[in-house]
T-cell receptor, first 111, second 114 residues
Framework: QQQVKQSPQSLIVQKGGISIINCAYE??????FPWYQQFPGKGPALLIA?????SEKKEGRFTISFNKSAKQFSLHIMDSQPGDSATYFC??????????FGQGTELSVKP | DAGITQSPRHKVTETGTPVTLRCHQT?????MYWYRQDPGHGLRLIHY???????DKGEVSDGYSVSRSKTEDFLLTLESATSSQTSVYFC?????????????FGEGSRLTVL
């Protein structure tokens, strides 16, 4: 019940296209939903995050959409660029400090 | 920027030997975490700490122990390393409090158990 399920596992998008990564959860005790970006050989870095009382949050080309009733949230990368090629992780936070990650999506943006 | 130093960055060891990984932070953040990263599994929480001598288990804590005797140091010990513990280990800190899920990660420690 503490799982966060992420899809797809890998994604190839043309430059300028929209990248969409989806996540789903079961535990309604999750109360914060961050996304992380990881480049090879580096640690994950916080990209954007959303609270469950907000349906959408946008920061530059990155948008999180949140559907509380469906227990789903997604990351949209508009105008995808080759520099966005990385692994993306969704995550969910439990009270007390536990942060549970999805399995990751390897994004490749082709020039 | 929060400063995290993980050591060692790379280690090769043999099955059955104890291994300790160290995470050092340069600021006084309360929450510290140890994750392992494996292909197909993403990042899985091993243990975390919410203060000196205050720790709790994560998703995959079997075979691991932690200690935090000082705010700045969080140690992860593999009591008797096994090949299944070959992984990349990441330390992280919460720079805005424990509930936000906004973590700052170190560069990782790659452990190979032969």
């Amino acid at each position: 019940q503490q799982q966060v399920k992420q899809s797809p596992q890998s994604l190839i998008v043309q430059k300028g296209g929209i990248s969409i990564i989806n996540c789903a959860y079961e535990n309604t005790a999750f109360d914060y939903f961050p996304w992380y970006q990881q480049f090879p050989g580096k640690g994950p870095a916080l990209l954007i995050a959303i609270r469950p009382d907000v349906s959408e949050k946008k920061e530059g080309r990155f948008t999180i959409s949140f559907n509380k009733s469906a227990k789903q949230f997604s990351l949209h990368i508009m105008d995808s660029q080759p520099g966005d090629s990385a692994t993306y992780f969704c995550a969910a936070t439990l009270q007390g400090g536990k942060l549970i990650f999805g399995q990751g999506t390897e994004l490749s943006v082709k020039p | 920027d929060a400063g995290i130093t993980q050591s060692p960055r790379h280690k090769v060891t043999e099955t059955g030997t104890p291994v300790t990984l160290r995470c050092h932070q340069t600021e006084n953040h309360r929450y510290m975490y140890w994750y392992r990263q494996d292909p197909g599994h993403g990042l899985r929480l091993i243990h975390y700490s919410y203060g000196v001598k205050d720790t709790d288990k994560g998703e995959v804590s079997d075979g691991y122990s932690v200690s935090r005797s000082k705010t700045e140091d969080f140690l992860l010990t593999l009591e008797s390393a096994t090949s299944s513990q070959t992984s990349v280990y990441f330390c992280a800190i919460s720079t805005r409090g424990g509930n936000t899920g906004e973590l700052f990660f170190g560069e990782g420690s790659r452990l190979t158990v032969l």
